[in-house]
């Protein structure tokens, strides 16, 4: 028996956070039967229903790492018609991406049907480094390099430390490169930093996630993690969570 918000975040449907807002809510029905109660536990035999959607039974978990190309949208399904970063990946098994990359940015995106493990690394508290190249107009001083550091306010509120380094300045064409590691994931976080001061990014790549990379794939390429890679994310997280 596992705590029904538990159950409803490792399928991956939401957070564990929003899980427990749609039973709060009234969302949440359990044999037929609609539930308020955090606490309620139930086991695998039961039949829940989030939304009007029955949650999906646990499945073999899969796990792709994909080279996104721009161009392509980090959803399971778009509403415009534009290919999917799910229609990339030739499977079967119903997945869908950990985080989110926008439409003109390219580089590393993990999927899978392990919503425990993409909730885990999605979370800002288990410290995941996501490391960005980004490419902007004009020239990045240390003055705001240590600004983004420290963290900059983006909606209110401010972002949690990051590394930065600049990687190469480009006097002709008035651009900069660089480097950005972050540990959270808001949406538009690194476009809307360099925003904050001022610069707008011109190209954006994410080039790592934890330990993993893209070596050896070519944009729009994917492969499957080992199960030795999917252990050492596991590691990843939990030491990290302390
Ligand atoms: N930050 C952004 O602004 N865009 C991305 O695609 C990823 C991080």
Not at 46 to 72: A, H, W
Not at 202 to 220: A, D, V
């Amino acid at each position: 028996m596992e705590r029904l918000q538990k159950v409803i975040a490792n399928s991956g449907y939401t957070s564990r956070r929003k899980a427990e807002a749609l039973i709060q809510n009234g969302k949440v029905k359990v044999n037929g039967k609609t539930v308020y109660e955090l606490g309620t536990k139930v086991s695998t035999g039961d039949m829940i229903e989030v939304d009007g959607n029955l949650l999906q039974k646990e499945e073999q978990k899969v796990y792709f790492l994909l080279y996104k190309p721009r161009g392509v949208v980090t959803t399971t399904q778009d509403d415009k018609n534009r290919k999917t970063v799910v229609d990339l990946i030739d499977t079967a098994v119903r997945i869908y991406p950990v985080g989110r990359l926008d439409y003109d940015t390219t580089g590393i995106l993990l999927l899978t049907n392990d919503g425990q493990l993409a909730n885990m690394l999605m979370h800002p508290k288990n410290n995941i480094d996501k490391v960005y190249i980004v490419k902007v107009n004009g020239l990045i001083g240390k003055e705001q390099i240590k600004r983004l550091q420290s963290g900059v306010v983006i909606e209110g509120r401010k972002t949690s430390k990051s590394q930065a380094k600049i990687k190469k300045y480009d006097k002709k064409t008035n651009t900069s490169i660089v480097e950005l590691t972050i540990h959270e994931g808001r949406n538009h976080q690194v476009k809307k930093m360099f925003e904050t001061l001022g610069y707008q990014v011109l190209k954006l790549k994410r080039e790592r996630i934890s330990f993993l990379t893209l070596s050896g794939l070519k944009s729009g390429a994917y492969r499957m993690l080992s199960p030795k890679e999917v252990k050492k994310l596991y590691n990843e997280v939990m030491q990290k969570k302390v």
